[in-house]
T-cell receptor, first 115, second 112 residues
Framework: DTEVTQTPKHLVMGMTNKKSLKCEQH?????MYWYKQKAKKPPELMFV???????INESVPSRFSPECPNSSLLNLHLHALQPEDSALYLC??????????????FGEGSWLTVV | KQEVTQIPAALSVPEGENLVLNCSFT??????LQWFRQDPGKGLTSLLL?????REQTSGRLNASLDKSSGRSTLYIAASQPGDSATYLC???????????FGAGTILRVKS
């Protein structure tokens, strides 16, 4: 099973709303990632968690707040977003953060529209 | 700063053709290189991972090669099928920040 599950698949939110994106994997992976992808562009790294601790924050605005409650779950809390934040948000995981043989597995993504 | 380039940006071929997608990177200090497939509006599916010490990997009709010293990788697709139509992305994993740096992708269309 190489599955990363993301919910919801689609989300429409107003600029004053608070919502969350959720990600789950049961592969025993200890590194989890959030990426943002705009149309016709490659994914851009936002956050990396390693052993449930935040390892990388790519200078993401504070209106995006990640959380890793346990080794299987990763959340992205959204608050006061802007229309330009509309994008496909991808969650990914890998066995560990370091190492040369680390395949990264992606979920199907959550389509976010900010109105 | 690592930069990844994919050529061509788009490719249209008739069914049954063998084809090659190219990926180049500027810094040869990589952990590995991974090829992904992305269907419209979907997530990324991992196709092949080549570790920095390896030269190639094969999976079914796919073969990926890596020449780290020259900063190049190719993805060879044999006997292409309409179901192969998708965007193909290569990404290198860099040490230090442990980031995955993506190319812009090649949009492949296989015509029946």
């Amino acid at each position: 099973d190489t599955e990363v599950t993301q919910t919801p698949k689609h989300l429409v939110m107003g600029m004053t709303n608070k919502k969350s994106l959720k990600c789950e994997q049961h592969m025993g992976h200890r590194a989890m990632y959030w990426y943002k992808q705009k149309a016709k562009k490659p994914p851009e790294l936002m956050f990396v968690y390693s052993y449930e601790k935040l390892s990388i924050n790519e200078s993401v605005p504070s209106r995006f707040s990640p959380e890793c409650p346990n080794s299987s779950l990763l959340n992205l809390h959204l608050h006061a977003l802007q229309p330009e934040d509309s994008a496909l948000y991808l969650c990914a995981s890998s066995q560990v953060l370091e190492g040369t043989g680390n395949t990264i597995y992606f979920g199907e993504g959550s389509w976010l529209t900010v109105v | 700063k690592q930069e990844v380039t994919q050529i061509p940006a788009a490719l249209s071929v008739p069914e049954g053709e063998n084809l090659v997608l190219n990926c180049s990177f500027t810094d040869s200090a990589i952990y590995n290189l991974q090829w992904f497939r992305q269907d419209p509006g979907k997530g990324l599916t991992s196709l092949l991972l080549i570790q920095s010490s390896q030269r190639e990997q094969t999976s079914g009709r796919l073969n990926a090669s890596l020449d780290k010293s020259s900063g190049r990788s190719t993805l060879y697709i044999a006997a292409s099928q309409p179901g192969d139509s998708a965007t193909y992305l290569c990404a290198v994993r860099t040490p230090g920040g442990n980031k995955l740096v993506f190319g812009a992708g090649t949009i492949l269309r296989v015509k029946s």
